[in-house]
């Protein structure tokens, strides 16, 4: 048989690898051409999470033989974050069925105290989850664009079409800590993290991307001594970045603050910008660009809102009543809610809301699970 000449095999190499590094940067161009802007402009977080979660794996097989070198790592970033919403949702979930449980408990049901520790296990199996996948993310965007660390503040090239992915990366990144320091660091994610993203996001324009970066700077800078910026209130820059956000019918920076202020005990905040959220879902139209994270961030305000209604109430946020507290409904209120449900036992009478389940933890903020929506629909409660 004749040998194929050297020469045939070192171009059948060179092409090969040159299909690959070129599928890669195809599906990255596609993701931000298409695919990205697609995505986020439906306000299926379910949806989305579940194709995060089906399409990550086919990204990062991508890379597979080239041990990550030719990853779509844009592509593996956009359906990591959307893989790490599932896994932030079932630990709302479960953390919601906690509180419940302790409300029980404490109204005269001690059968429900055994159930407790169960779901705290389950919440941080979850946020476990969560902490890995947003970490992968985070460290794709890191790999495309360079981290933002104290010798390198910015990538070298940075466009428009990719500064929405890069400041949803630096989002993760922060999601990934918040998560694993509440999963008692089952994934070992370093805490120099927050301080890199804190840097990263002052490479994008504040104006433009909806107050988003300095949200995330003062959400930063309230959890972690000293590392807010000289002479600037964290909190008020929060609630300066969260106003900038609602004018231009963006809903991220309300829910960064309001997790960020559960994380600090600042109830009065809590309740102040969950109120504000409710004004805004009424009184607005949300951008229909980032319908997705729009619904992302008002269930993430959501859920701590039911928090506060099951603590007071023993039951979730009603629906349509997002933005109002318990201590709030009057007793017409009450009895409407009610109407259907003559044959079942009385709720107990609500009382004063407190704090439900375990405090959040006060190193990084809180995104209180996953996560960045609001959308123009109205939330259900």
């Keep these: 048989m004749p040998r194929t000449p050297a020469s045939t095999l070192l171009l059948v190499g060179l092409l090969a ?32 999470c579940a194709a995060g979660g089906s399409l990550a794996p086919v990204t ?3 890379g597979h033989r080239s041990g990550g070198a030719k990853e779509p790592k844009k592509a593996a970033a956009l359906t990591l974050i959307a893989a790490g919403m599932c896994s932030e949702r079932a630990a709302w979930e479960s953390e919601l069925e906690r509180a419940l449980a302790m409300y029980r408990v404490e109204h005269g049901d001690p059968k429900e105290g055994a ?33 933002p660390t104290d010798e390198a503040l910015c990538p070298r090239r940075l466009p428009e079409r990719d500064q929405l992915l890069y400041l949803l990366g630096m989002t993760a990144g922060l999601l990934a800590v918040i998560h694993d320091t509440a999963a008692d660091r089952a994934v070992g994610v370093s805490q120099a993290i927050p301080r890199h993203v804190q840097r990263g996001v002052g490479c994008v324009d504040d104006e433009r991307w909806w107050g988003l970066p300095g949200s995330l700077k003062a959400a930063i800078g309230a959890s972690i001594p000293g590392a807010g910026e000289p002479g600037v209130d964290p909190w008020t820059e929060l609630e300066r970045a969260a106003r900038q956000g609602e004018a231009k ?27 504000a959220h409710g004004q805004a879902i009424r009184g607005g139209e949300g951008e229909p660009a980032v319908a997705l994270l729009n619904t992302y961030a008002s269930s993430m305000i959501q859920q701590r ?3 506060l209604w099951i603590a007071a109430a023993g039951h979730r946020t009603p629906i349509g009543a997002l933005g109002e507290l318990p201590q709030t409904i009057s007793d017409d209120e009450a009895d409407a809610l009610l109407e259907g449900l003559e044959d079942e036992a009385p709720p107990p009478a609500a009382t004063s809301p407190a704090p439900a389940g375990e405090p959040s933890p006060t190193d990084a903020p809180a995104s209180g699970g996953q996560g960045p929506a609001a959308s123009t629909q109205k939330p259900q409660g």
Excluded: F
């Design 60 to 62: 990062i097989a991508l």
């Design 115 to 147: 159930a407790l520790q169960d779901l705290l296990i389950r919440e941080r199996r979850s946020r476990a989850e969560a902490a890995a996948r947003n970490l992968k993310a985070y460290e794709r965007v890191v790999a495309a664009y360079g981290a």
């Design 305 to 307: 809102s039911d928090l």
């Design 17 to 48: 690898s040159s299909l690959a590094c070129n599928l890669g940067r195809s599906v990255d161009k596609a993701t931000l051409k298409t695919l990205a802007p697609g995505m986020l402009a439906d306000d299926d977080v379910g949806m989305a």
């Design 249 to 275: 019918g963006v809903w991220l920076g309300r829910a960064l603050q309001v997790h960020t202020a559960a994380a600090a005990g600042k109830d009065e905040v809590v309740r102040m910008a969950i109120a």
